[in-house]
């Protein structure tokens, strides 16, 4: 005989079963809405506004006015963007490369490995205003490596790369990989121990050399975590503020200025907020459409 242990007396609404999921998840989509799309409905709002806290007698409706400024009528804008995509494709490829070898070292087996990977890792629990602080000392023309470098005749005493616009740029570009390509190393190395060491061992009993084993083999296999690493890498390089703008300010004459720090500066310093939501708008649109075009064409998530 079946034992019913149920309270025949209890009977559920009909219905509520079904609203429990969507209460449960309720919290989080008001949170979301407060959180991303309320802000990113309010930039696009000014955008269409001629809003500067510095001339009120001015603001009100403008349409696609200050869109039509950013194209046509401001060199900046174009420049900012030049130097943000030089930044991202630079950066990116060097901390991909660097980060892929040192995951590759560390997922060796060797006498202080563990130690190693911390010394690997260690940058990134950095965080960039006090990487800045490291490097800045490090380019101090007189006491940081420029001196040293002097003393061996590598250069001239007094040389500041942060100063000069020949070499700001690859300044910049060192200290941000310094920060960046342990991000990589992570990601990287936690998907290179999921690969079978049998297929490796089957490998090397048919003869195949590491070229070709790293080839057709660990590539393969790390093909999704390097498509997806990087897109984040790219977007979180062309958003970079805080490395940037303590470092280098944007400068020397505009020499290292990133599309979000011509935003902070049009913005925040000079409080022209229409203008900065209108250039807020383009970076969104651009990273959007570079994100989709992006995981269209690697077909991210698809078996090779």
Known sequence: MAITTANPRIR?????AARTPYLLIAPAVIAMLGFLVYPMASVIYYSLQTYNVTKPWDNGFAGLDNFRRLLFEDPLFWQSLGFSLKWVGVEVFLQLVFGLVLALI????FVGRGLAR???FSPWAVSGVLTTGI????YNPTTGVSRYLADLGLMQYGAAPLANPD???????????????????????ADLQSISKEL??????????????FVHITLPHLKDAIILSTLLRCVWEFNNVDLLYTLTGGGPAHATTTLPLYVAAKAVQSHDFGYGSALTTAAFLILTFFSIAY??????GAKS
Not at 106 to 109: A, I, P
Not at 135 to 138: S, T
Not at 167 to 189: M, S
Request: glycine share 6%; no cysteine; hydrophobic share 55%.
């Open 12 to 16: 559920r609404r009909p219905g509520h």
């Open 106 to 109: 560390v997922n060796e087996t």
């Open 118 to 120: 911390a010394t690997v």
């Open 135 to 138: 490097w800045i000392l490090l």
């Open 167 to 189: 070499t700001v740029f690859w300044a910049a570009v060192l200290a941000e990989l310094w920060r960046g390509v342990p991000f990589f190393a992570i990601l990287l190395l």
């Open 200 to 213: 490796y061992e089957a490998a090397s009993v048919d003869g195949a050399s590491r070229v070709r084993r």
């Open 295 to 300: 995981l269209r064409l690697s077909k991210f």
